[in-house]
């Protein structure tokens, strides 16, 4: 694909055909005029989304081209995509980050913007195959290039911790929230206990996400990080199964609670997550609410709020690692999130769908989908999140 040309929705229709076979030639004339189809040209993961001032907005993912860094996409409409090039690189001989780039999130304060990302840290004396931690780049512009703001992580907790999100309360505090990696974090649960007695796995190990607040600088962490979820310990809790399946179905050893992203509506934080084995099937969405932002939060009673569709004659299983948008007019809210097809095979790529939070407070994400969905309406308004 000649990433130069701008990605329309004539293209995205078109793809979408070409990976489902399910339209006829007769139908695309009528398909095209104001719809999309996911899932969209844009092979990343873990894609987070900027709507910067002017409706301009800005995709940022995990994979893509980018050597040891990140690439951006530009659009004026959640639809039509335009490549930008590689905004930041790292693994340089004097930066701290030296491979493995995961989960970019993008920040606009005053006129810096600023890039969340996790990396293994070079400091790593024990050899530790997981040595992840979380860095800060600037730039002037959301296309870059990014530099390090400091050239060592954020903080360090002692452990692994990928895919971070930040939260700018109206108070002036900020709040980043991460996920400890499963990686030499084993946990005796009734799960593992289950997992252990039919000879599948000595130990399950999981990841866990927390919450802390940061110094207005981003230089440090301003007191020590709040555990806020986890995955179920017994078996008859309710989030059990669905948190479980990478264990329950003998995929692997591991549950995962990551890719978390926190917004408030009205006095509510809404904290989304991912659980379950990202490079598998069951990679799902779940949420858990509080009135504080460091919780203690409680996961609803509808989750997972999206996951594969197979099970019900669909193409689509990894949904997961999401952002939250809005339509350009500010009335539609979207979950941005990656996923698989039957077609696609384990290539990640980007899918866009509707979200709401109902009057009983209830979240709801309107996918996966593969079939036309409405061209986001764009009367221009200022939206922030």
């Known amino acids: 694909m000649n990433k130069k040309i701008v990605l329309s929705a004539c293209a995205i229709s078109i793809l979408w055909f070409n990976i489902t076979g399910q339209s006829k030639m007769g139908d695309r004339n009528i398909i095209l005029q104001d719809t999309y189809i996911n899932p969209l040209p844009l092979a990343v993961g873990d894609p987070y989304v900027l709507m910067d001032s002017g ?46 780039f995961w989960a970019p999130s993008v920040y606009r304060l005053m006129d810096k913007y600023y890039l969340f990302f996790s990396a293994q840290w070079k400091d790593n004396p024990t050899n530790e195959l997981e040595n992840f931690r979380i860095g800060i780049a600037v730039a002037d512009k959301p296309t870059g290039p990014f530099f390090n703001l400091y050239n060592r992580p954020v903080f360090d907790p002692g452990y692994p911790i990928i895919d971070a999100d930040v939260f700018f309360e109206s108070d ?132 997972p709020v999206l996951q594969k569709n197979t099970t019900q004659g669909g193409i689509v299983t990894g949904t997961g690692h999401n952002s939250v948008t809005f339509s350009p007019d500010g009335t539609i809210m979207y979950c941005v ?44 308004v200022s939206v922030s999140r």
Not at 257 to 266: A, D, L, M, Q
Not at 365 to 372: E, L
């Open 55 to 100: 409706n301009n907005y800005y995709l940022y993912g995990t994979g893509g081209d980018a050597k040891d860094g990140f690439d951006a996409y530009f659009s004026k409409d959640l639809v039509t995509w335009k490549y930008e090039g590689q905004v930041y690189r790292g693994n340089t001989k004097d930066s701290w980050c030296v491979g493995s």
């Open 172 to 303: 002036g505090r900020v709040y980043l929230y991460y996920s400890r990696c499963c990686y030499k974090h084993p946990v005796r649960t009734e799960i593992s206990a289950w997992a252990t007695k039919k000879g599948w796995y000595n130990e399950v190990e999981e990841s866990w996400v927390y919450g802390v607040e940061l110094k207005h600088d981003f230089s440090g962490i301003v007191r020590g990080p709040v555990l806020l979820l986890r995955p179920p310990v017994t078996m008859n809790d309710p989030q059990a199964e669905w948190e479980s399946r990478s264990v329950t179905s003998h995929e692997i050893n591991r549950r995962w609670t990551e890719g978390s992203y926190i917004f408030k509506r009205g006095d509510i934080y809404y904290l989304m997550y991912s659980a379950n084995y990202f490079g598998g099937e069951n990679y799902a969405i779940g949420y858990a609410t509080s009135k504080n932002p460091l919780g203690p939060f409680k996961k609803a009673e509808n989750n």
């Open 337 to 380: 999130y990656h996923g698989r097809t039957i077609s696609t095979g384990v290539k990640r790529l980007v899918f866009i769908d509707r979200m709401e939070i109902q009057k009983n407070g209830k979240l709801i994400i309107h996918g996966p989908t593969t079939s036309p969905q409405p061209i986001p309406p764009s009367k221009q």
